[in-house]
């Protein structure tokens, strides 16, 4: 089942004597626990696609259907109740919180907001998110200033999951981690989908991150999709110079094999 339809998406920046053309008539879709990786060189669109998608940003035109909602038109308590089944993991999202707020307070406000749980199971909710997660419960107590980038990334994934969504937007979400750790993260993800049924939306600038979680790839460039298909055919034989650039900034990238993504190789 389609989750996500993106038609003809299209936003422009205009200011200081400059128009940019971000997104140029973007289209797409992504079935239910999916994932679909979007790559691109730095700025190609992604991030401001996925803004758009989380409507932090408003589009200049086109439609985006989410879970069978005309979802760039819904607004007020209706978007406020439908955000839930969307959510986030960005570079560094918790980066934006108050250093001093606790992990605890930080995974009690999407339960809170969206009434996920009642009030007096919220501890036990936290923990298990932790525990989900690969963190100590105790660690609710902590404030985020106290973890390490790896950590963090670890609760922004729990704060995801906490509303039980059925997509998750993540915007470079690994690329700020030491290699060990990242594949570690990735893992974690790979398995939250294949438990829960959850699609990603998966942004990044490294093809080899992709390819361990990517079912589907999309190359953007300059505001348009260029390349889209399978994975691997999209590795092994790409046919825009977009994505061609893209693989050849990255030795490491395992070129040619039909494999499955696979969290063990990354
Ligand atoms: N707030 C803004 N005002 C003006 N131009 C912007 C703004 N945000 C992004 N742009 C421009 O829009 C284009 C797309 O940027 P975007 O950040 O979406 O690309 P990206 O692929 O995510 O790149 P990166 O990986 O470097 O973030 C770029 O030319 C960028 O300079």
Redesign the pocket.
């Known amino acids: 089942m389609t989750l996500l339809t993106v038609d003809n998406l299209t936003k422009s920046?205009v200011?200081h004597g400059?128009h940019?053309t971000?997104l140029d008539g973007v289209s797409f879709t992504l079935a239910e626990g999916q994932t679909l990786g979007l790559a691109?060189?730095?700025?190609?669109?992604?991030?401001?696609?996925a803004r758009v998608l989380l409507r932090l940003l408003a589009t200049d035109a086109g439609q985006v259907h989410f879970a069978g909602e005309d979802w760039l038109t819904l607004s007020g308590s209706r978007l406020r109740q439908r955000r839930r089944g969307m959510q986030m993991v960005f570079q560094d999202v918790l980066g934006a919180f108050n250093p001093r707020a606790t992990v605890g307070s930080v995974l009690d406000d999407p339960l809170r907001i969206h009434d996920i749980v009642a009030r007096a199971e919220r501890p036990r909710e936290i923990a298990g998110l932790l525990d989900r997660v690969g963190l100590p419960t105790s660690y609710a107590g902590r404030s985020i200033r106290e973890l390490s980038g790896g950590q963090r990334q670890r609760v922004a994934i729990a704060r995801a999951i906490a509303t039980r969504p059925s997509l998750i937007v993540l915007d470079?979400a690994v690329s700020a981690l030491d290699a060990s750790v990242r594949r570690r993260i990735l893992e974690l993800l790979v398995e939250l989908q294949q438990e829960r049924g959850i699609a990603y939306l998966f942004?990044s600038?490294d093809l080899a991150v992709l390819q361990v979680v990517s079912h589907r790839i999309a190359i953007?460039h300059e505001?348009r999709i260029v390349e889209t298909g399978a994975t691997n055919a999209v590795i092994g034989n790409p046919q825009s110079s977009a994505a061609k650039a893209l693989i050849a900034a990255v030795p490491r990238l395992v070129t040619g094999t039909p494999t499955e993504p696979d969290p063990s190789h990354p």
Do not use: D, F, N
């Open positions: 920046y200011g400059r940019v971000a691109g060189a730095s700025g190609s669109g992604k991030s401001t696609l470079e942004v600038h953007m505001g």
